[in-house]
């Protein structure tokens, strides 16, 4: 079966930055699309942008650009996301899903990232 | 900026049918959209409901379904259970890989 399983949650101070790891299984890693979608506290879900595993290939939201990088491992099939200068706006709970058909199917669990000084 | 909008909130009685919305601020959502309907409950990850307008995932329930309505997605509930209490986001593509979620809408069953 398909499963996303992510890093644990990070306490980083502001100006830091931030990687997120999501490893999956159960499924062709490079066959699909990833998504990265955050969720501030009591907020709605954010599209950040999505990496082709087989290329490496990437769009980012226009929010993030400049701030945002995917990447990916495939011998480990695992895709990561790493946000700079963070910000205490960037508290947030961050998601992978991965994509089928341009959309996210399958969700990671998802990981609390706390900025604060 | 685009902007998606769905109701804030929406109440509906157990057994009984509602319909969501979802509107984008560049004019009607079109199947070329490709809109995705996504339900999140407290403390959960979203789990995808409907793709490409109307095409429900193996594991949606029947009693979920979506379309076009004058302009709009549309996420329709007939035959409504407590446990369908939950938000809802819709998702639209905009071309060049930008997809913009909903504000969401919290479905509360009463």
């Known amino acids: 079966q398909v499963q996303l399983v992510q890093s644990g949650a990070e306490v980083k101070k502001p100006g830091a930055s931030v990687k997120v790891s999501c490893k999956t299984s159960?499924?062709?890693?490079?066959?699909?699309?990833m998504h990265w979608v955050r969720q501030a506290p009591g907020q709605g879900l954010e599209w950040m942008g999505r990496?082709?595993?087989?290329?490496?290939?990437?769009d980012y939201a226009q929010k993030f650009q400049g701030r945002v990088t995917m990447t990916r491992d495939t011998s480990i099939s695992t895709a990561y996301m790493e946000l700079s200068r963070l910000r205490s706006d960037d508290t947030a709970v961050y998601y992978c899903?991965?994509?089928?058909?341009?959309?996210?199917?399958?969700w990671g669990q998802g990981t609390l990232v706390t900025v604060s000084s | 900026q685009t902007v998606v909008t769905q109701e804030p909130s929406l109440t509906v009685s157990p057994g009984g049918t509602v319909t969501l919305t979802c509107a984008s601020s560049?004019?009607?959502?079109?199947?070329?959209?490709?809109p995705n309907w996504f339900q999140q409950k407290p403390g959960q990850a979203p789990r995808a409901l409907i793709y490409?307008?109307?095409n429900k995932h193996s594991w949606t329930p029947a009693r979920f379904s979506g379309s076009l309505l004058g302009g709009k997605a549309a996420l329709t509930l007939s035959g409504v259970q407590p446990e369908d209490e939950a938000e809802y986001y819709c998702?639209?593509?905009?071309?060049?890989?930008?997809?913009?979620f909903g504000g969401g809408t919290k479905l509360t069953v009463l």
């Open positions: 560049t004019g009607a959502v079109t199947s070329g959209y490709y």
């Open positions: 899903a991965r994509d089928n058909g341009g959309m996210p199917d399958y």
């Open positions: 998702l639209l593509y905009y071309g060049g890989g930008q997809l913009v």
């Open positions: 490409s307008t109307s």
């Open positions: 990496i082709n595993p087989n290329s490496g290939g990437t």
């Open positions: 159960g499924y062709t890693f490079t066959g699909y699309y």
